[in-house]
């Protein structure tokens, strides 16, 4: 998924939020004023020009706890919540069809939800399902079979560290080709292997203690194996680069013929992989990080094949470790979730279930989803909130002092070519092949994940369907898709808080106006911007205007690397460059939407608060939220966006708009003219 630049990642629950529709013991007397800001989130006794993230949303964060199934509480979380309520009334009717046809949405379903259901089936068979991969891995003799093993259990999701795939040719955005990523830490950041510090140091002796209690609850006799994968995967991550690199797209567009490819890896044999994974018709490959290949290649013969062995296995109980048996589940929990991100209970069983079958049937329960949920009228709304946003671009595009002519005519044909959706997809991806019955939750896993990768596979040699959607319908979220140059809204962040079709326009552009305007961005973050109107990776920029960019973009980077949201530990503002891009431009152009529309209209002046005010309240509102400390650790290291905080306060000190709103000019909310930094 290298193309996609997700906006932000949704999860769980409780809603505050009260829309008109729903809140059936509103006023009489009220029902024309339309709903602003939801007044008793704010702490009044912060100065909004002090901390206006903590003004406009402290009193809720003190009244809405970490629940403790959870890493961290904000708005997206509640609204995901309450889109999994109405999933799971699909769930329950979805039982009361009688025999459904093989291979319909329903019988899909009915049929996987009831295989999670029973608990008592799903305990008794344990990991029987994995028996053949673990036989197979078993089998392997030499560094040839091991080789062949690796790949062909990539359609089992069994991790390794060849990291192949199919995706859009960055440089051909109409076609498809392999392209060769870094993978194989179990941990997901090789910080995880290689910082100093107690943390760290504790969470990798409790990872050696997981793996070998997963290994002797399978009754597996692999002496040491903790000890022995936390040494590999350490070289691994020795070797590994950094996110920050991983993201760019010029490091990371390597492309060559397979012979090539194979000629420089003494040991790694590329073409015997490609085989073994079903793409075998590849002629050319894209290598991301090359020197990842260039060193594991080294590696690889330094390790033992047994060793190689005991590490298949245990990616191979980590990749169904939750959804093996309950003892599996839990002991998953105790590590992944506890150690990792610091949760302190686990999911309700009812509640567990509903995700997964929401995570495995996304697109057949999403389209039951639009089809009760998401009314026509969010759609036009949307579309001319779009329109708004793109002219307000074209604007701002036009009266930038840094860029010269020759590249903002680039740039318009650039912003005139962007399409979008909205909702869900026209076209829906048939499931009907993939095998799911009543009685084998752990079979239906797999069967999912196979259907998934055969899905990849078949993509290459076929023109990209610009159809198709990377995100369910259900959803808390949005996305840009560089190869398509294309933003894309999922019916279900097109809710409140983010918006309404009756809330007052200010915090509809505080709220989804800014996350238009942030996928927008995208378009033209530092990565973004290397690639064309066609979606091509195709440098349109003269040298001078590129230069001046790089220079904007990097005072950027050293304003977020400044944060520090645990003692000694700092956003990384290289890593979330493209997103703290996009939140800046993103509020910009919401901001002149906004304006545009207000120079119409008479402010109704909601609850003491100008339209300026409301929406940068709005702002705030959708990135409300709590964290717990270990969640937030996980997240600078992994995440490309900074934190909620620095989300809302990070783009305000750079706006003068702000500085007038809340008369903030001189304080601690504000930079001065000179050090401000506006690029879009
Ligand atoms: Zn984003």
Redesign the pocket.
Same mark, same amino acid.
């Given at each position: 998924m290298k193309q996609l630049?997700?906006?932000g990642l949704g999860v769980v629950l409780l809603t505050q939020c009260k829309s008109p529709s729903t809140n059936e013991n509103q006023d009489e007397t009220m029902e024309n004023k339309p709903v602003a800001f939801e007044l008793s989130n704010i702490d009044s006794s912060i100065a909004p020009c002090d901390n206006f993230y903590k003004y406009a949303i402290g009193n809720w964060q003190k009244e809405n706890e970490i629940p403790g199934t959870e890493g961290r509480w904000m708005s997206f979380d509640v609204l995901a919540k309450d889109n999994e309520a109405k999933i799971q009334e699909i769930l329950d009717e979805s039982l009361n069809a009688e025999n459904p046809e093989k291979g319909s949405n329903i019988q899909l379903i009915k049929d996987f939800y009831l295989s999670a259901l029973d608990t008592n089936g799903r305990n008794a068979a344990s990991f029987k399902a994995l028996m053949p991969f673990l036989d197979e891995i078993d089998a392997v003799e030499d560094y040839v079979s091991l080789q062949k093993t690796m790949a062909k259990l990539k359609r089992y999701r069994v991790g390794s560290p060849i990291g192949f795939y199919v995706g859009v040719d960055d440089m051909n955005s109409d076609e498809h080709i392999v392209s060769a990523s870094q993978g194989g830490l179990t941990l997901g950041d090789k910080s995880y292997y290689l910082k100093e510090g107690e943390k760290y140091v504790s969470i990798r002796e409790k990872y050696v203690e997981h793996v070998n209690k997963i290994f002797s609850m399978a009754t597996i006799d692999e002496q040491n194996a903790g000890e022995r994968i936390l040494a590999m995967e350490t070289k691994i991550a020795q070797i590994s680069w950094d996110r920050k690199d991983l993201r760019d797209a010029d490091k990371t567009y390597n492309k060559m013929t397979v012979e090539k490819f194979d000629s420089d890896l003494d040991n790694i044999d590329v073409a015997s992989i490609l085989s073994e994974m079903g793409l075998s018709a590849a002629e050319e490959l894209v290598v991301g990080p090359v020197s990842f290949y260039t060193e594991l290649d080294a590696l690889f013969p330094t390790i033992s094949v047994a060793d190689w062995k005991s590490y298949m296995k245990w990616h191979l109980f980590s990749a169904y470790g939750n959804h093996i048996d309950d003892n599996f589940q839990k002991a998953s929990f105790e590590f992944f979730s506890k150690e990792i991100r610091g949760v302190e209970e686990m999911r309700p069983r009812q509640e567990r279930i509903l995700k997964t079958v929401n995570g495995s049937l996304g697109e057949p329960l999403g389209k039951l989803f639009v089809e009760k949920h998401f009314p026509k009228e969010s759609k036009d709304y949307m579309v001319e909130l779009i329109e708004n946003l793109r002219s307000a671009y074209a604007r701002s595009i036009q009266g930038l002092t840094w860029m010269g002519d020759s590249t903002k005519e680039k740039a318009m044909k650039k912003l005139k070519s962007f399409t979008y959706k909205i909702g869900y997809p026209d076209k829906w991806k048939d499931y009907s092949q993939v095998d799911i019955s009543a009685d084998n939750y752990l079979q239906n896993i797999i069967n999912l994940g196979v259907w998934r990768y055969d899905y990849m596979v078949s993509k290459l040699g076929k023109p990209v369907d610009r159809d198709e959607w990377y995100m369910t319908p259900q959803m808390v979220n949005a996305y840009y898709s560089r190869a398509n140059n294309e933003i894309v809204f999922p019916a279900g962040i097109l809710q409140p808080p983010f918006f309404h079709p009756t809330f007052d326009h200010a915090i509809n552009y505080g709220g989804i106006g800014a996350v238009i305007g *942030? #996928?927008f961005s *995208?378009g033209f973050d530092d990565q973004g911007a290397k690639y064309d109107w066609d979606g091509n990776k195709n440098n349109w920029w003269t040298k001078e205007d590129e230069e001046r960019f790089k220079e904007l973009t990097s005072k950027l980077a050293e304003q977020y690397s400044t944060y520090e949201v645990l003692p000694g530990e700092f956003v990384n503002g290289e890593l979330t460059l493209g #997103?703290n891009i996009?939140d800046l431009g993103g509020l910009t152009l919401a901001y002149m939407a906004l304006e545009d529309v207000m120079k119409n209209e008479e402010d109704p002046m909601v609850d003491g608060f100008t339209w300026q005010q409301r929406f940068f309240l709005g702002w705030a509102n959708v990135w409300k939220g709590n964290i717990r400390d270990e969640a937030l650790r996980n997240r600078i290291l992994t995440d490309p966006?900074s934190p909620g905080e620095q989300r809302v306060i990070g783009p305000l000190v750079n706006l003068p708009q702000f500085d007038e709103a809340f008369g903030c000019a001189g304080t601690k909310m504000s930079k001065s003219d000179t050090a401000r930094i506006k690029i879009w």
């Open positions: 630049v997700l906006m *942030h #996928e *995208h #997103e996009a966006h």
